[in-house]
């Protein structure tokens, strides 16, 4: 064993097994190892030492952590950074596949078709990281992988990193370059300090230029010599050197090489659209139908051909299903073929189901609080109401096994309507409790139908019956029967993501669970770390697909599972960058429907209305771009607004000037932050977070020092509030029975056991501002009760049908009013305010815009405004052929 081996090794004990070296380059020794935690192969690189020393640790992980934001199809993910023993590392995905550095030393010059292919998939992952403002230094072919019959940048941000750390340093002292001679610009080998994008585009002019040549323009002599020649000479033409060539694609190429950074292609963009004109070997203006998805914009998916390493390639785990160990780990299993965008209404398009005979899409469109089902053929047509019913929220529609019904979700009760036309029928009955049905699917002979209700799976007969309990599982819904009939995978936890409304979409750990019929055996299958979503099983019963963010964005993974329902291996992901909210497969396998779903939320603030309501359409935007800000919250001192955002991946906490400004992170956990609050002295700060795995409570001291866990149950507390003296803090557990727990810290700065203080709520807790009473809401009425003993009190119910339901409670400074937060029956928001002393409320805003809503129940406010979030929510959906080797 060597040193840097035995010393990583022991340094990530617990988090990382290595397996051993596999590499080794001008920057970094690569070993390959398994991440622990996800189950995964992951290849983590090692700086070199005498680098490492050089550039520091500090500003090193500092610099990188700009490449662990980049999500794209094309770019290998930076998965985690950090220092161990006196080693600086960094983790990516584990890809087995080659480099484009050996596919050269094996084969020689490339295909001119493969070759513009590419050049189009590498250039489209700069445009990108162009676009965040990150260049990748050192584009070689070293530097890009192919898996399956796609490119892979990697490194991506680490020449960056290296170069930014390293400011001010003798290179040469470290005996490095930072770039590699013979692609570096004339710019970058005269170590110009303003070198741009550009650097970049004349690296692929020098990438396409070996991979047609067999070699770049500048070899040979020492590393000085091909320097020189960078700023000096002028290349030979790419066609002395590799006849027949389009002198389209001679231009394009020559173009990139030229010394002064402005006689080039100015942006990635330009020179993809360049590339792409050239999709035939001979150079013909075909362009290549490449659908991009811009990240959190209005869906435009990435390239459906990511999913050619999809469902195939990627497939690289213990335990492979029977079909792909015919093949070699290498090979493809499928190859995708014409992809197209099914629906493009503003709005949402949810839940897709594929006929038995698959020529027809079910599917729920609408917006948050309206929702219907509708068919359309699959090669476009006529779309089809399912039922009359323009009242309801419809979802998560199933074809029967025999394509003349369709089952569906509609006023927490399941439902069966014919797909010619006909009256829909309820098949569930009410209960006495009132739960709502979460799932519904059919099982495989159409008798009978698989019910999910709160943490309860019931089977019930299409024709008669009374349902009977099959297995009992914390909070299910999404629940898919396999084709054999023998097992049922369901999603268990956070059934908000599916069930339409102000928290649709939301992202929470959960876990698939495979239920046994008929005797009811339970099967955990994957781990509650992070969220898996809309199970579907294969043909063959024994492979499992699901949606996963366990590597960052939604994409598809699949899981083989054993005959006694146990998990066989690791799952393998299918698909990178997809963003998919919810999908299907047709029953031959061959095809793929899914949605697309993007959401922002930005926050707004508004003067508090002194006389008549006012409009949500005159705030003023304090934030802006491609997030979801959720959990604000106004700091005691009127200064700040404290939110959530997941506007670099994973939610982090933030803070941002009540007059706008930038907003500052106050937390960069891998892990997510929600629903935080800043103690009344500005010091601490308070949310809660899944790192544990549950929810739980943490208090974070904002000058540097250790992170507080405040409970440790698997109860899933969340949304600390601090009381007014910042000795008390009230929060609620989510899980189950929503209670309200205060937990006190002593004098010393410890932290007690909670007290629960009340059950059945509604929402985030709230102190009076005295700090004698907690108060929250609770069947639309709000109540209050004293934070040691007594009972509680309720300050205002709704009497009449019209009087508004309190979801969402704040107390003015002055404990003279309290606001709180409405959605009527369409899911319309509004803000009331009532006297502490009680009566009437008074509307004090509307928000009328429907195109954007604020749909979540949580708002803030202070002495002078109220603070809120406004939404666009959208969805599509897509076809993706599937062609199988």
Known sequence: ???????????????????REVGAGGMATVFLAEDLKHHRMVAIKVLREDLAAVVGASRFLREIEIAARLQHPNILPLLDSGEANGLLYYVMPFVEGRSLRQRLEGEGPLPVAEVVRILVEVTDALAYAHAQGVVHRDIKPDNVMLSGRHALVTDFGVARAVSAATSGHAVTSVGIALGTPAYMSPEQAAADPLLDHRADLYAVGVLGYELLAGRPPFVG?????????????????????????????????????????????????ELLAQLEALATPSGGTTPLQRKRRIAMARPRVWAIGTLGVALGAAMLWRGTPPLLRMLKPSAPAFVIGQSTQ??????????????????????????YARLRIFIRPVTGGRTIALSDDTTGI???????????????????????????????????????????????????????IAIARHDSLLLQSVSDGAPRLLAVSEDLHSCDWSPDGKRIACVSGNRNYVQPGPAFGNLAPTALVVVSVPDGRTTVVTDRASFHGSPAWAADSHRLYFVSDQQGTRDLYVLEISADASPRGISARLT?????????????????VYSVYAARANLYALSIPAGTPVSATTARALTSGSQIVEGMRASADGQWVVFDSNLHGNFDIYRIPVSGGNAEALTSDPADEFQAD??????????HSWKTGSRDIFVKPLAGGPVQQLTSSPAQEAGPVW??????????????????????????????APVERASFLNSRPEWLPDGRSVSFTRNGAIEIVPADSGPPRTLYAPLRATDPQADWLQWRRDGSVCYFKSHDDRGRASIWSIAAAGGRPRLLVRFDDLAHPSTRADFAADAQRLYFALDDRQSDLWVAEIAKR
Not at 576 to 592: K, N, P, Y
């Open 1 to 19: 064993m060597n040193a840097p081996y035995d010393r990583l090794a022991a340094a990530l004990d617990g988090r990382y097994r290595i397996d």
């Open 221 to 269: 002599g020492s590393p000085q010599q091909v320097l020189a020649d960078q700023i000096a000479a002028r290349p030979e033409p790419i066609g002395t050197r590799r006849s027949g060539l389009a002198p389209a694609l001679e231009h394009v190429l020559m173009k990139c090489l030229e010394k002064r950074p402005e006689d080039r292609w100015q942006g990635g963009e």
């Open 342 to 367: 099914f629906t493009r209404d503003d709005g949402l398009e949810l839940f897709p189901s594929i006929s038995p005979d698959g020529k027809f899409i079910a599917y729920a469109a609408g917006d």
């Open 394 to 448: 419809e979802t998560q529609p199933r074809w029967s096994p025999d394509g003349n019904q369709v089952l569906f979700l509609s006023r927490g009760a399941a439902w069966i309507a014919p797909t010619l036309g006909g009256a829909a029928r309820r098949i569930t009955p009410v209960t006495e409790s009132g739960d709502s049905v979460a799932s519904a699917a059919w099982s495989p002979d159409g008798r009978d």
């Open 576 to 592: 990178t960058g997809l963003g998919v909210q919810s999908f299907a497969l047709s029953a031959d396998e061959r095809r793929l």
């Open 678 to 687: 800043l103690s009344p002295d500005g010091k601490d700060i308070a949310y």
């Open 723 to 752: 009381a007014p003296d910042g000795r008390s803090i009230a929060f609620w557990t989510i899980g189950g029975t929503r209670r309200l727990s205060v937990v006190r810290r002593n004098a010393s700065g410890t932290w007690g």
